[in-house]
């Protein structure tokens, strides 16, 4: 079944322009949201990477001053 008038046609059309776009707006906000939430996870996780690196290099640091007071005290 289908229109055959030309009215009927424009009316269907709009209304299937309509149906598309219920289901196709939605989408693309969820889509946007998705996106930003993986994003800032990256961002997140590498945040904690550099923190890591920092710290394991903030701790090698104070075993060579530790290494050095040790030799100036013997």
């Known amino acids: 079944m289908y ?9 269907a059309s709009l209304l299937a ?3 598309i ?3 196709a707006l939605p989408t ?4 946007s949201g998705f996106i930003k939430a993986l994003r800032d996870e ?3 996780k590498q945040f904690e990477e ?3 690196s920092e710290s394991d290099d903030i701790t090698a640091r104070l075993k060579r001053i530790e290494k ?5 005290n013997l």
């Open 17 to 19: 322009f309509i149906g």
């Open 3 to 11: 229109p055959i008038t030309a009215i009927g046609r424009v009316i």
């Open 28 to 31: 693309g906000i969820l889509a």
């Open 50 to 52: 550099e923190i890591e």
């Open 42 to 44: 990256k961002d997140l």
């Open 21 to 23: 776009g219920l289901v």
């Open 68 to 72: 050095k007071l040790q030799n100036i």
